[in-house]
């Protein structure tokens, strides 16, 4: 009689879960601590308000997003039912904050040399002051009248150019543009005191038209000359 050989199929026992691996997410939590401390040590002086506002802005909403993320983490960790695929959805997500962090100081803008334009409204606002203390009695009224009329036109740019120079936020642009608009309004200014023109000396016409004025003793005289003279005198020589 056979022995009949009963086979044993062994039962698939499940594999066992794969360790959690932190190893990016805490490669990429130092990386952001490191930055933090990097972004702590920008220099805002000599940047344009504005852009210190803005990157002060971004800084403030970096920050609150980078200490969201970490709580998440911690969180995550403490409920004790942790996926690989989160954890790696977390690291991702501080990629984007080292992203940010190290894109942060772009934001800032530096400040344009303002000397141009202190140049020119300095040389401008010296021939305004020189000007409107000189004496033009002694000039054409038509000359005077446009040498005070450019130099209204100077002193509106004065306060043009003075603005632009207490804007923060003016552009390198900003400052050359004012600047040489205040070169052209000195040198409108030079040409107008260069075309002052004065007055004629009239002393030596009055003193002929005196001369004129004065009796003249026709005694003895032809008729004919005095009739000449006569007429010479009414202007009908």
């Known amino acids: 009689m056979r022995h009949q050989v009963q086979l044993r199929i062994p039962i698939p026992q499940p594999e ?13 939590l130092e990386q952001a ?31 609150q997003d980078y200490q969201a993320l970490v709580e998440a983490m911690t969180s995550l960790q403490a409920s004790g039912a942790v996926s690989q695929s989160e954890i790696d959805q977390l690291t991702s997500k501080m990629t ?3 992203a940010r962090q190290v894109a942060l100081p772009d934001t800032l803008v530096k400040r344009a040399d303002q000397t141009p334009l202190i140049t020119q409204s300095d040389n401008l606002a010296n021939l ?16 005077a009248q446009a040498l005070k009329e ?10 043009n ?7 923060g936020d003016a552009t390198e642009a900003d400052i050359d543009a004012m ?18 023109q004065d007055r004629a000396d ?12 004065k009796p003249v003793n026709t005694d003895g005289k032809t008729p004919k000359s005095v009739k000449q003279f006569r007429g010479c005198k009414s202007g009908i020589c």
């Not at 450019?150 to 306060?159: D, G, H, M, N, V």
């Not at 150019?161 to 804007?167: A, E, M, T």
């Open 128 to 143: 305004v002051k020189t000007l409107n203390a000189t004496d033009l009695s002694q000039k054409t009224p038509a000359s």
């Open 202 to 213: 009239l002393s030596v016409l009055k003193e002929a038209l005196n001369q004129l004025a």
């Open 150 to 159: 450019q130099i209204k036109f100077a002193q509106a740019a004065l306060q």
């Open 33 to 63: 601590q490191a930055s933090w401390q990097v972004l702590a040590n920008d220099d805002l002086s000599g940047k344009t308000p504005k852009s210190v506002k803005a990157y002060n802005d971004a800084l403030a909403s970096l920050k």
């Open 16 to 28: 066992p879960p794969k360790p959690l691996n932190y190893a990016a997410w805490q490669a990429n």
């Open 179 to 196: 600047a040489q608009n205040l070169a052209d309004q000195l040198k409108s200014l030079q040409d107008a005191q260069a075309a002052l």
């Open 161 to 167: 150019g003075g603005s632009v120079l207490k804007d």
């Open 96 to 98: 984007g904050i080292i």
